[in-house]
């Protein structure tokens, strides 16, 4: 099995900054994209960032700009830099990775169980 744990959420002043990590563990042959998403009360889930195992970036309009997706390879760890940040991007945040677990396996998309952030006005 796959287990991602997300980390690095929190409370943080509208404007500010916030890193979020994600590191992936478990039964892992290579793992390809992966992703951000959040879900807000009262909204659907919505993604925010997207990298591809070779770096290609992906964003959500109302991030582009301000957070950045980046990942480690080697640790198998994705992660966000959020930077001017507004209460609008308060949310759980999710992060995913599409990971063949054997040699020629299917690939399988798998979730973190999510990490709080609340942005204050």
């Known amino acids: 099995q796959v287990q991602l744990v997300e980390s690095g959420g929190g409370l943080v002043q509208a404007g500010g900054s916030l890193r979020l990590s994600c590191v992936a563990s478990?039964?892992?042959?290579?793992?390809?994209?992966m992703g951000w998403s959040r879900k807000a009360p009262g909204k659907q889930r919505e993604l925010v960032a997207h990298i591809t195992r070779d770096g290609s970036t992906d964003y959500a309009d109302s991030v582009k700009g301000r957070f950045s997706i980046s990942r480690d390879n080697a640790k198998n760890t994705v992660y966000l830099q959020m930077n001017s940040v507004k209460p609008e991007d308060t949310a759980v945040y999710y992060c995913?990775?599409?990971?063949?677990?054997?040699?020629?396996?299917?690939?399988?998309?798998?979730w973190g169980q999510g990490t709080q952030v609340t942005v204050s006005s």
């Open positions: 478990g039964s892992i042959f290579i793992i390809y994209g």
């Open positions: 995913n990775a599409e990971v063949n677990t054997v040699r020629l396996a299917p690939t399988k998309n798998y």
